[in-house]
């Protein structure tokens, strides 16, 4: 089993930066990916960005070029680097952690950009 703990959500304006993070702990052998999901009020959880075991990473269209994903291997921790933040960013942010047949999610982390 692994454990997820979330950091770094908040309130900010827009136009301003947030760091989330994610630890993983327990069950870390395997993993294929980690990586952020988010869900706004009234809509479905949409994928923002992962990193995979090798390193190369994906990111939603809506925020690439805004946000930067990275991960420290030696701690299990996956950062995204959120810059340029806009009021449709809005959301609980979800850490993920893919292996090959299943996906576990953290807790979520609130993230509220106010115009």
């Known amino acids: 089993q692994v454990q997820l703990v979330e950091s770094g959500g908040g309130l900010v304006q827009a136009g301003e930066s947030l760091r989330l993070s994610c630890a993983a702990s327990?069950?870390?052998?395997?993993?294929?990916?980690m990586g952020w999901y988010r869900q706004a009020p009234g809509k479905q959880r949409e994928f923002v960005a992962r990193?995979?075991?090798?390193?190369?990473?994906n990111y939603a269209t809506s925020v690439k070029g805004r946000f930067t994903i990275s991960g420290d291997h030696a701690k299990s921790t996956v950062y995204m680097q959120m810059n340029s933040l806009k009021p449709e960013d809005t959301a609980i942010y979800y850490c993920?952690?893919?292996?090959?047949?299943?996906?576990?999610w953290g807790q979520g982390t609130q993230v509220t950009v106010a115009s």
């Open positions: 990193i995979i075991s090798g390193g190369s990473t």
């Open positions: 993920s952690v893919e292996y090959t047949n299943r996906q576990v």
């Open positions: 327990g069950s870390i052998f395997s993993i294929n990916a």
